[in-house]
């Protein structure tokens, strides 16, 4: 069986960097490796994390997780390379699954990984986000052509450098290029991991605005207009999401000509999203059903904000390409 590199990209990660390192190393074999790719943090990451078995890589200055990756995976020794954010739990059999999933499948390039459901006493805000990302990932096809960076793999062969200086969406593109590139990528669903980042309703907002913009950015830079009428996805975002957030755009705007509209097209875009409410009352109160109807609403119209803002730089970009250059 293959061994595996796992990189953890880190900056200032000292709440959750034991409990990370601790997980990966209830799950490693005697040949695997774990490299840690210090980002010119100022808090005791480092310190914390030299209480482990693993090798440490320091950046010189501060550049993003893409720039950690791709120099971990420099230098990586073993066949597989395994990322994992440092506010991950990865579950014990993570690591023997990828490595059998790669031993059989040997055409797939890639693979990006589920998310659990997070259990702990959180606040709201966090617990929608588990759930969330749980239910994209779990209800997404076997072959897809993004990658989750947060806890992904590929193979050492034919591996692709990721794309740097690029924010929010740098692990979409990543897989977007590979996909491009003919390379398979998977989904396996039967792995988990818990993402022990905390959110509060004002950085989700925050967090799903950019990256409707930047998702934008790129489906328009990318030219990718057959997303909408071919099987091919616009990375993790079905049609179906984007269906979702046209009719609570489109409902929100219609509350000016009929009040009947508005409940008729809310009733509409429920009707929508009818899967990812069931999934969310299997495991929570009625209260909390609610309340995460009304959010995901909110939610849809951020990331409608978000695209009607890429749409607009966009616009602005090709007529006055030389002002935009100027600003940014």
């Not at 990660?13 to 190393?25: D, G, R």
């Amino acid at each position: 069986m293959q061994s595996v590199s796992i990189i953890i990209p880190v900056y200032n990660s000292e709440k959750t960097i034991t409990a990370c390192l601790q997980s990966i190393f209830d799950s490693i074999s005697q040949n695997d490796e774990v490299i840690l790719v210090n980002d010119c943090s100022t808090d005791s990451t480092v310190s914390l994390a030299s209480d482990f078995n693993i090798q440490i890589i320091s950046l010189i200055k501060n550049s993003g997780p893409s720039t950690a990756r791709n120099a971990g995976a420099e230098m990586a020794t073993n066949e597989i390379l395994v990322f994992v954010d440092s506010d991950m739990i990865i579950s014990k059999e993570s690591l023997d699954r990828i490595k059998s999933y790669f031993h059989v499948r040997h055409k797939v390039q890639s693979l990006t990984l589920n998310f659990a459901i997070d259990y702990r006493n959180v606040n709201y805000a966090t617990r929608y986000k588990s759930h969330y990302m749980s239910y994209v990932t779990k209800n997404n096809t076997t072959k897809v052509n993004y990658i989750y960076g947060a806890y992904c793999a590929t193979r050492k062969d034919g591996f692709i450098k990721w794309p740097e200086n690029i924010r929010y969406t740098e692990d979409s593109r990543w897989g977007y290029i590979q996909s491009k590139m003919g390379y398979e990528i998977h989904c396996l669903h039967e792995v988990n991991a818990i993402h022990l980042k905390n959110y509060s309703l004002r950085s989700l907002i925050k967090n799903d605005l950019n990256i409707a913009f930047h998702f934008c950015d790129k489906f328009l830079n990318e030219k990718r207009w057959l997303t909408s009428i071919v099987n091919e996805e616009f990375g993790h975002t079905s049609k179906k999401q984007m269906l979702s957030v046209i009719l609570s755009v489109i409902s929100l705007f219609s509350l000016g000509i009929s009040f009947n509209l508005f409940w008729f097209l809310v009733l509409l875009w429920g009707c929508v999203n009818l899967n990812f409410f069931t999934y969310i009352s299997k495991h929570n109160s009625s209260s909390f059903i609610l309340k995460t109807i009304l959010w995901y609403y909110v939610i849809n119209l951020t990331y409608g904000v978000g695209i009607i803002f890429g749409m607009s730089m966009y616009a602005v970009e090709i007529l006055f390409p030389s002002n935009v250059k100027q600003v940014l």
